[in-house]
């Protein structure tokens, strides 16, 4: 809140300060606010006096410097703040324009043709502000000061605002003007922070801003900044000779390339208003003349900046001089575009002027005096004549522009790119009211391989971008899944049951690796015309599948269908053969069946065993081995008739042939893995809770990231590999990319100029890639995406990247814990800790290759409870620095990036490395 200081003076004691205590009363009102932005205020009031000594072409050098004690001081060498006696008020022009508000030279038409303080409270506002104003003035051979405390003028007898202060005389002569100074004014003072809300202070960045921005449009003045607040004294020096087409060039975004070239209009025109005369008097139709400077040039990317000033003073939020540059493009360029033969097709729409200013950086400076703002703080002209003037002038400009013959190819590509933007924007709007019209749970709006969370809130929601396809299911639509009434049905027909609602109960493995029974929930198709490979077993049986799906081992790990070779064991789903006959329902699964038919053979083997051999099949690490051990028995024990009936007698009445196949039925081999030329769209379904389910062939597969959500709030979306790198992409060729344009579909918030945050369907979005080279470029890559063409997702941290670990170490004992590592020396630490302390240590400590290795217990701890997981959020500290670094990185140049890394590669951590 803003301290109410105390009154320092009364009014009829000091006549000549009149209207400073109403800018203390109420200093928002005056310098536009009472926070960090108004102590900006303050520089530019003084600092726009000494541009317009600088525009009216009476001074080349301007300095700021802030002082290590807050103060700020301001010089010029421009003609000085005239010093002689005013008459009518019997003061000094100096203590005139430092006391009473909007009494500057500007007005009645003798200061200057065109000034930046016109209307604003000038430097008696600041002064008013300030614990101390001290002003030097070299003009006339002499030079003069003043000082003032509170607007009051005297004498500080000491440095700093706390010296001791006397009330006294008013402009003073100390000396005269050294040979070869040349004449100019500087103002240094010391604001009082009573006046401000707690903690507001003065931004140096808003400094340096301002005077790059006024160094772009004075280019015959050289801005220097002084920084002396620091424990080194910096200083920076702002000068741009081309003026405005350099101010366009420092604005276009980083690594947007031109579409076409700076095209630059300057001139002249009139207008009419009523305004005061030299005396104050009203007069109605008076002629102003204006002068008018734009600089435009259209880039590759979506993003709009136009800067308007007035007088030099930035506008913020524009005004009539923005207004009738964009009323002239947008009927021009319109119009174009309509004449032009091959642009549109038929029945479309001509361009809006949201698509004409696509991809536009501009700058509109307009000079006229006495405007007209709608506020204190000028941030909008309000000025009505400067429309036409405006207007007229673009518009001529860029007709010649379109028709000259040395341009008419670079004209086309921008019409071209304006088609493009409008029909992007039509893309945008269909997508977003398809979004709107279905969710995914209602209908086929959202693409097929999104599995979305029931939950409707955006709050709670989250999406998780999974890398890959296979972490979803990936086999054909006849495959047939095992189902626990004994039955089995289609992938196709499973997915057709869920639409009718009718859900299935199927078979899983839990952690200790029991089969369990779990109902399989979402059958759906996750993808069209996929890769196929063929997957061949020794009972018989093959399987159709994507060649990066996942098979679960014997020993209860997984690997990849490509990846299998002839005798891998793979994790059998045990069967009962029921003695009632084929076909029969009777005839299923039992997952007790297993126990039961291990200790029959183990039995057996134990009784064909010497005396002193206690060797179990069990032992056998192969399980092609523990195999043929079984087959052995049953030999053996047909062999031995008597021997044979006496043992095999409670498994199916000793039938021989029923147990060798129910032997066979213990593990499963791989015949043969063959790539096939075909393709065909692919399923997959949810087993909640569980990381596979078994197919009719009889083996388990692995269901990934997928089950370890918590379907109530978190959604996945699968991407395939690598998306588009769109630092060198278009918009539109964005849009067009398959798994770009799944993610802004399913975000449901637009792109580029369109995104709005407030659509967005989920509360935060996180990207789940494998912890990897591969996987860090998928982040980048995806990173990059949102940076941008989404860029308000990320500036109001709503994205993260999940963190998946490498190692996972596990101590065995009484009270077995588990840690997970990140890098390679902290797992090595980890290890040693925990066997300093006296733990062992299960090893080897497996590493993990990728998402697709974990089992779900592991992948919710580690990736996706909330409670437990680890993310990084990326945000955007330095939106220019980002947008360096992006296009150093992701951009066309190579040969930046090449020298970026070897020049980085000394800083390079060798646990990166090793991760």
Same mark, same amino acid.
Do not use: C, H, Y
């Given at each position: 809140m803003t301290a109410e200081p105390e009154t320092l003076y009364g009014a009829d004691d000091l006549t000549h300060l009149e209207g400073l205590d109403a800018v203390r009363k109420r200093p928002g009102m005056y310098i536009g606010s009472t926070d960090s932005r108004g102590v900006g205020h303050l520089v530019n009031e003084i600092l726009d006096n000494s541009t317009d000594e600088g525009v009216a072409g009476h001074a080349t050098k301007i300095e700021v410097i802030l002082h290590a004690d807050g103060s700020v001081q301001v010089d010029d060498d421009g003609r000085g703040i005239p010093t002689d006696v005013h008459a009518r008020s019997g003061i000094s022009g100096v203590e005139l324009v430092l006391t009473r508000l909007h009494a500057g030279g500007k007005f009645g038409g003798a200061g200057y043709k065109t000034s930046g303080g016109l209307h604003g409270v000038g430097a008696s506002a600041v002064n008013a502000l300030s614990r101390r104003f001290d002003v030097t003035v070299r003009r006339g051979g002499k030079v003069h000061t003043m000082s003032f405390r509170h607007g009051v003028p005297g004498i500080f007898d000491g440095d700093g605002p706390d010296a001791s202060f006397t009330p006294g005389p008013g402009l003073q002569v100390v000396g005269a003007v050294k040979r070869g100074q040349r004449t100019g004014t500087s103002i240094r003072y010391w604001y009082d922070p009573r006046y401000f809300e707690t903690g507001a202070a003065l931004d140096h960045d808003t400094v340096r801003a301002k005077l790059r921005h006024t160094a772009f449009l004075v280019p015959g003045v050289s801005y220097t900044l002084r920084d002396r607040t620091g424990e080194q004294p910096t200083e920076e020096r702002f000068h741009y000779p081309n003026g405005l087409t350099d101010m366009v060039e420092f604005l276009a975004p980083t690594g947007d390339r031109p579409v076409s070239g700076t095209l630059l209009v300057t001139g002249e025109g009139t207008y009419r208003e009523n305004a005061a005369d030299a005396n104050g008097v009203m007069q109605s139709n008076v002629q102003r003349r204006a002068e008018i400077e734009v600089a435009f040039r259209w880039g590759t990317g979506y993003e709009r900046t136009v800067e308007c000033f007035t007088n030099t003073i930035r506008n913020a939020h524009g005004g009539t001089h923005r207004k009738g540059f964009e009323r002239a493009l947008a009927r021009t360029l319109a119009d174009a575009v309509r004449n032009t033969r091959g642009l549109l097709k038929a029945k479309e729409d001509a361009p809006t002027l949201d698509d004409v200013l696509e991809g536009m950086t501009a700058v509109v400076h307009v000079r006229v005096p006495e405007p007209q703002f709608t506020s204190q703080t000028k941030d909008e002209l309000s000025t009505a004549g400067v429309v036409k003037v405006v207007q007229g002038l673009v518009e001529q400009h860029v007709k010649s522009w379109l028709d000259d013959r040395r341009t008419k190819t670079e004209a086309r590509t921008v019409l071209q790119k304006i088609v493009d933007a409008a029909r992007v924007r039509l893309t945008q709007k269909q997508q977003k009211d398809a979004a709107r019209r279905k969710t995914a749970l209602e209908g086929a709006s959202m693409p097929p391989k999104l599995v979305d969370c029931r939950a409707t809130g955006v709050d709670r929601s989250e999406l998780f971008i999974v890398e890959g396809d296979s972490a979803l299911g990936c086999f054909t639509g006849e495959t047939m899944v095992a189902l626990a009434s004994g039955v089995s049905r289609s992938f196709a027909d499973l997915a057709e049951d869920w639409k009718q609602g009718l859900t299935h109960f199927g078979y899983t493995t839990n952690k200790a690796g029991r089969v369990v029974v779990a109902p399989l929930v979402e059958p759906r198709l996750t993808k069209r015309n996929a890769s196929l490979v063929r997957v061949t077993l020794d009972n018989g049986e093959s399987v159709r599948c994507t060649p990066d799906h996942l098979f679960r081992l014997r020993d209860g790990s997984y690997r990849r269908a490509d990846h299998l070779v002839s005798g891998d064991s793979l994790m059998p789903l045990y069967r009962s053969l029921s003695s009632k006959g084929a076909g029969q329902k009777l005839q299923g699964y039992d997952p007790a069946f297993r126990a039961k038919l291990e200790r029959a053979f183990q039995d057996w083997y134990a009784a064909l065993s010497d005396d002193d051999s206690r060797k179990t099949i069990e032992q056998y690490a192969d399980p092609a081995e523990r195999d043929r051990q079984r087959h052995a028995v049953l030999a053996w024990h047909e062999d031995n008739p008597e021997f044979g009936r006496r043992h095999s007698r409670q498994y199916y009445d000793g039938d021989f042939a029923r147990l060798r196949e129910a032997a066979a039925l213990l593990n499963h081999q791989v015949v043969s893995v063959e790539p096939l030329d075909e393709t065909a769209d692919v399923y997959d379904l949810t087993v909640e809770g569980y990381h596979n389910f078994a197919l009719e062939a009889g083996v388990f597969v692995h269901n990934s990231a997928r089950v370890a959500r918590t379907s109530e709030y978190q959604a996945l979306l699968p991407i395939r590999g690598k998306i588009l790198n769109v630092q060198k992409a278009n918009l539109q060729q964005v849009l067009d990319n398959a798994e770009c344009a799944a993610i802004v579909q399913v975000l449901g918030a637009g792109s580029g100029r369109t995104f709005d945050l407030s659509s967005l369907r989920y509360g935060r979005v996180l990207i789940m890639a494998d912890a990897d080279v591969d996987g860090a470029h998928i982040r980048t890559l995806l990173i990059t995406l949102f940076a941008r063409y989404m860029r308000p997702l990320i500036e109001s941290g709503r994205l993260y990247a999940a963190m998946p670990p490498l190692h996972k170490i596990t101590t065995k004992g009484r009270n077995p814990e588990t840690i997970y590592t990140y890098t390679q020396a902290e797992?090595?630490?980890?290890?040693?800790?925990?066997?300093?302390?006296?733990?062992?240590?299960?090893?080897?400590?497996?590493?993990?290759?990728?998402?697709?290795?974990? =089992? &779900?217990? /592991?992948?919710?701890?580690?990736?996706?409870?909330?409670?437990?997981?680890?993310? %990084? !959020?990326?945000?955007?500290? $330095?939106? =220019? &620095?980002? /947008?360096?670094?992006?296009?150093?990185?992701?951009?066309?140049?190579?040969?930046? %990036? !090449?020298?970026?890394?070897? $020049?980085?590669?000394?800083?390079?951590?060798?646990?990166?490395?090793?991760?």
């Open positions: 797992m090595e630490a980890t290890v040693r800790k925990l066997a300093s302390a006296g733990k062992q240590i299960v090893t080897p400590v497996p590493r993990f290759k990728g998402l697709g290795e974990m =089992d &779900a217990d /592991e992948l919710w701890e580690t990736t996706m409870n909330p409670a437990t997981r680890s993310v %990084r !959020r990326i945000t955007i500290d $330095d939106v =220019d &620095a980002a /947008e360096r670094i992006l296009d150093l990185l992701m951009g066309e140049k190579v040969e930046p %990036r !090449r020298n970026w890394l070897i $020049d980085s590669a000394d800083r390079v951590d060798r646990d990166a490395i090793d991760a």
